[in-house]
């Protein structure tokens, strides 16, 4: 399953912005109810419906990881772990572990907050509000001595125990010290004492299976979504982020993996250099890999990461592939991106090392970013498809790699990414030399940009074409999920099911189908994939 051997298109969109309400019709108009966020509810199995009767067979989402510093599911306190925001409270209720009258109530100590703005989610309101029900849950659950399920919550635990012990004692510590850096506990916790990790579990029983719980109802219901996906011929692409946080339970579990000085804080931190969209470059402040111990340690590590990441998804993007031939380090005290230098990442000797453990991996390689050749020449020698993107295809001349004559085949071609304003937002803050040359190449008059850069994905040789859900709907700059190198404002859009119509719906199969992308291998009958 690759671009290289189906064509097939898709939508980009993540799991926190789907619609809280139901579609009762294609005409009738829903709006969003509360500043809750999209969840592993009813509206994903509505969101895969409308997937197959629009003949779109992937669904890219972001990480599933809980999200960091400004809610970006990229600067993570946990790589292995999901985000427990994204529990379905209402699941749980069926499960008699919430009252069967339950209701999302966002208000503040019983007083209503101020009115949600359309298409934004409140994060710190939906993450105090969520976690006390998922805490009323987990008493339930974890207080009857004849919960039936409780063996299949053992299994889990140990199971997962690799990687979920450490998660559920870094959550606990983190709460006791609220939230101070753990290179601020005091050293038996920070240099994980057995001990002391012991008497954590045991004082701090009930926290410790708390946040063990979490993970257990969050597997299930995504496992439950994924398999309804599948049934209807939708294979979700999942996304690997190359860095965690420097506050999380990666870092503290495995502090040799990173580079970490004597005191434990990055001496170097991770971003990219100035370029043409900032030039101040992006200070991300990820903390870098240590890569020669992992090589010794056989990149174990990674091969878990990709391991479990493959077990909740069809495909994996893997983030930053720049980043594995060459990475950006900068100082730690360099306030921007300025000053640093490219330092070698550990090339084709990592995915040898996963390609031996996991076999053949359906992985594909965001390989934005400069271009030189060592990078060219990692991606040829890893084989995984790269990706392009529409709204940067523009720039310059007709020598541009994105442009649809330059594309692939082993390729997946964009509208935009997370990272990349709506195309109509692009459009509208475009320079005129970049909206001439667009108007120019697609032939037409700018007012339906969405569709056009749709039709230029669906018709291109690229394999595999996806486009953000926000040019479907035709927003603009409103919709726009993440501006990177700005640390907080952002993630938090969301769409409404009264945003979608049938005529939409129409238009985007349409297109599907004339450039031959509604019926890739895996949708085919055998006689029709024989035939292919």
């Known amino acids: 399953m690759s671009p290289n051997t189906s064509r097939a298109s898709g939508i980009l969109l993540h799991i926190t912005s789907l619609p809280d309400t139901e579609p009762v019709g294609p005409e009738q108009p829903l709006t969003i109810q509360h500043p809750g966020s999209g969840d592993f509810g009813p509206s994903a199995y509505h969101f895969?419906?409308?997937?197959?009767?629009?003949?779109?067979?992937l669904w890219q989402i972001l990480p599933l990881v809980p999200p960091g510093s400004g809610y970006s599911p990229y600067m993570s306190p946990a790589g292995m772990a999901f985000n427990p925001m994204l529990v379905d409270l209402r699941g749980l209720a069926s499960q008699g572990w919430l009252p069967a009258d339950f209701q999302e109530d966002y208000s503040v100590d019983?007083?209503?907050?101020?009115?949600?703005r359309e298409g934004r989610i409140d994060f710190p309101r939906v993450e105090r509000f969520r976690l006390r029900a998922l805490t009323q849950a987990a008493r339930t659950f974890l207080g009857n001595p004849h919960e039936p399920l409780r063996a299949e919550f053992d299994d889990f635990r140990e199971r997962e125990g690799a990687w979920l012990d450490d998660y559920a004692l870094f959550m606990v510590l983190d709460r006791l010290y609220q939230g101070k850096p753990w290179q601020e506990w005091p050293a038996d916790h920070a240099q994980r004492k057995p001990a002391a990790l012991e008497h954590i579990r045991q004082d701090y029983r009930d926290d410790y299976l708390f946040w063990c719980f979490v993970q257990w109802v969050a597997e299930k219901q995504w496992q439950a979504i994924r398999t309804?996906?599948?049934?209807?011929?939708?294979?979700?692409v999942g996304d690997v982020p190359i860095f965690v946080a420097l506050h999380s339970a990666d870092t503290w579990a495995n502090p040799k993996l990173f580079d970490l000085g004597k005191d434990l804080w990055p001496t170097h931190v991770a971003g990219v250099p100035p370029d043409y969209f900032a030039v101040d470059g992006q200070r991300w402040g990820n903390p870098l890999y240590r890569w020669p111990e992992h090589a010794k340690q056989g990149y174990a590590w990674w091969i878990a990461r990709v391991k479990r990441c493959l077990a909740l998804t069809d495909i994996v993007r893997i983030d930053h592939f720049r980043g594995f031939d060459a990475y950006w380090a900068i100082p730690s005290t360099c306030p921007t991106a300025r000053e640093g230098e490219w330092t070698p990442g550990p090339g084709m000797a990592l995915f040898n090392a996963l390609e031996k453990a996991l076999g053949k991996l359906p992985l594909v390689a965001e390989d934005l970013g400069l271009q030189?050749?060592?990078?060219?020449?990692?991606?040829a020698d890893t084989g995984l498809p790269g990706m392009a993107v529409l709204q940067l295809a523009f720039l310059d001349d007709s020598e541009n790699v994105f442009l649809p004559h330059n594309l692939r085949r082993n390729q997946i071609v964009y509208t935009g990414t997370h990272d990349n304003d709506t195309t109509l937002?692009?459009?509208?803050?475009?320079?005129?030399?970049?909206?001439?040359?667009a108007q120019v190449y697609l032939k037409t008059d700018g007012r339906e940009m969405h569709w056009e850069l749709v039709h230029a994905a669906s018709q291109s040789v690229s394999g595999w074409a996806i486009y953000q859900m926000q040019d479907i709907l035709?927003?603009?700059?409103e919709g726009r999920?993440?501006?990177?190198?700005?640390?907080s404002g952002w993630w938090g859009w969301r769409f409404a099911w009264h945003q979608l119509h049938e005529w939409q719906t129409r238009r985007l199969r349409a297109i599907t189908q004339v450039h031959?992308?509604?019926?890739?291998?895996?949708?085919?009958?055998e006689e029709e994939a024989a035939d292919k």
């Open 48 to 57: 895969i419906d409308w997937l197959e009767h629009a003949e779109q067979y």
């Open 110 to 116: 019983g007083e209503p907050g101020p009115a949600p």
């Open 228 to 236: 309804y996906a599948n049934a209807h011929n939708v294979r979700i």
């Open 372 to 379: 030189t050749d060592s990078l060219r020449k990692l991606l």
């Open 425 to 437: 937002g692009w459009f509208a803050q475009a320079s005129d030399r970049e909206r001439a040359l």
């Open 474 to 477: 035709g927003l603009g700059a």
């Open 481 to 487: 999920m993440n501006y990177p190198g700005e640390a």
């Open 516 to 525: 031959g992308r509604s019926k890739p291998e895996w949708v085919c009958s």
